[in-house]
T-cell receptor, first 114, second 113 residues
Framework: DSGVTQTPKHLITATGQRVTLRCSPRSGDLSVYWYQQSLDQGLQFLIHYYNGEERAKGNILERFSAQQFPDLHSELNLSSLELGDSALYFC?????????????FGPGTRLTVL | AQTVTQSQPEMSVQEAETVTLSCTYDTSENNYYLFWYKQPPSRQMILVIRQEAYKQQNATENRFSVNFQKAAKSFSLKISDSQLGDTAMYFCASGGSNYQLIWGAGTKLIIKP
């Protein structure tokens, strides 16, 4: 158990809908990273928050947004969903903002868009 | 641009054999770190090993060791006495003072009984 929690574990929804994925980092970690992993593909970095502030943005679509709250949990909002958004979404946390720290991954949320 | 390249999409070996996964990288950082993460069929991402670039000694963790060639920008992972539980996707990554890890595309490793 990495100490990172993600809810829900599975999500099935229809095209055009909006969903929110939630992540709670390990106790004491200030950074949260979001990744997208399509079937049998590598990790696509989406966005990084550190202590409530956005620190880096990857190939995140405009339909996607994220935020980190004062209690350090983070939410990833996906709107106007398309079939291609079906993927495993990971959240990871680390102690500081620098990428030389180990990232601890949650179990992921599997999103299926029908 | 910083890049990480894993040139072997898939490998398979017999149980108990030794296998080496390749990774090359390019970074503008002076002080950086390199990582190998494992993703078994459960899809949980787990850190296997981490190497600090300024350390000449290669990192080892039990049956896992790295061959870090700084000048060649190469960071390979050696798994000795491979076990069925080593079957997984293995991702190489590079990090430093910037705010995101740079990931390779992954190598799918299959250990055959």
């Amino acid at each position: 158990d990495s100490g990172v929690t993600q809810t829900p574990k599975h999500l099935i929804t229809a095209t055009g809908q909006r969903v929110t994925l939630r992540c709670s980092p390990r106790s004491g970690d200030l950074s949260v990273y979001w990744y997208q992993q399509s079937l049998d593909q590598g990790l696509q970095f989406l966005i990084h928050y550190y202590n409530g502030e956005e620190r880096a943005k990857g190939n995140i679509l405009e339909r996607f947004s994220a935020q980190q709250f004062p209690d350090l949990h983070s939410e990833l909002n996906l709107s106007s969903l398309e079939l291609g958004d079906s993927a495993l979404y990971f959240c990871a946390s680390s102690a500081t903002a620098a990428s030389y720290n180990e990232q601890f991954f949650g179990p992921g949320t599997r999103l299926t868009v029908l | 641009a910083q890049t990480v390249t894993q040139s072997q999409p898939e490998m398979s070996v017999q149980e108990a054999e030794t296998v080496t996964l390749s990774c090359t990288y390019d970074t503008s950082e002076n002080n950086y770190y390199l990582f190998w993460y494992k993703q078994p069929p459960s899809r949980q991402m787990i850190l296997v090993i981490r190497q600090e670039a300024y350390k000449q000694q290669n990192a080892t963790e039990n049956r896992f060791s790295v061959n870090f060639q700084k000048a060649a920008k190469s960071f390979s992972l050696k798994i000795s006495d491979s076990q069925l539980g080593d079957t997984a996707m293995y991702f190489c990554a590079s990090g430093g003072s910037n705010y995101q890890l740079i990931w390779g595309a992954g190598t799918k490793l299959i250990i055959k009984p």
